[in-house]
């Protein structure tokens, strides 16, 4: 099932950042460039980083030229995010192109890769809360609360890992279909952004 490699390949990425705990280490992905395994291993390490530039740019007493710096690599960071998701639809998009879908085939309410960038960051989200849990510096309040959501976390991620297998199951026997839109993101794009357009005048 595609829920549990891409469980434990998110669990490799994380584990590996954490490793040097440093947002410009580089990218090390240990997949073969042009397989899946290679675009999910890159996804979560994209998300891991960005998760650690959000902590930073929320520092309260950040310099604000800092704060900007950060704003912007975020900014970049969502850009090669999205990117990479639409990746993983045309792979799947590619592997199910011979699949004729049925006359009553449904279509779903996302796509798989979007599905799967929700895992990528639920595995982030139990990684954090876990270790919420471990804090020797927390009192049994914290603990407790941060116990209790990491049980909730790891059930959602269950429920989620068997929707997205379903989901794949379905779209190879025809009973869903899938259709891809392009997320169009308009912040970065020079003619699209009135405040980057309106500077070229």
């Not at 891409?6 to 460039?33: S, V």
């Not at 530039?53 to 710096?69: A, F, Q, T």
């Not at 085939?105 to 809360?129: Q, V």
């Not at 959602?156 to 890992?161: A, G, P, T, V, Y």
């Amino acid at each position: 099932m595609i829920s549990e490699i891409a469980n434990t390949i998110f669990q490799q990425a994380i584990d590996r950042y954490h490793q040097f705990d440093r947002i410009d280490h580089p990218l090390e992905n240990p997949y073969e460039h042009a397989s899946l395994e290679h675009l999910l291993y890159l996804k979560c390490w994209i998300d891991t980083v960005q998760w650690h530039m959000e902590d930073v740019v929320r520092e309260p007493s950040i310099d604000p030229k800092d704060g900007l710096y950060w704003k912007r690599r975020i900014d970049e960071s969502n850009q090669v995010r999205t990117d990479t998701v639409e990746y993983i639809d045309s792979y799947y998009l590619q592997l199910f192109a011979s699949v004729s879908p049925k006359a009553d085939a449904r279509i779903n309410t996302e796509s798989p890769a979007w599905a799967i960038d929700r895992l990528s960051i639920l595995a982030l989200k139990i990684y954090h809360m876990q270790q919420e849990t471990l804090r020797s510096d927390a009192d049994d309040a914290h603990i407790q609360a941060c116990s209790t959501k990491l049980a909730v976390l790891l059930e959602q991620r269950k429920d989620l890992s068997q929707s997205i297998d379903e989901l794949l199951n379905d779209i190879a026997a025809g009973e869903k279909y899938m259709k891809v839109y392009k997320q169009m993101k308009m912040y970065n794009d020079p003619s699209l952004n009135p405040v980057l357009y309106s500077q070229q005048k």
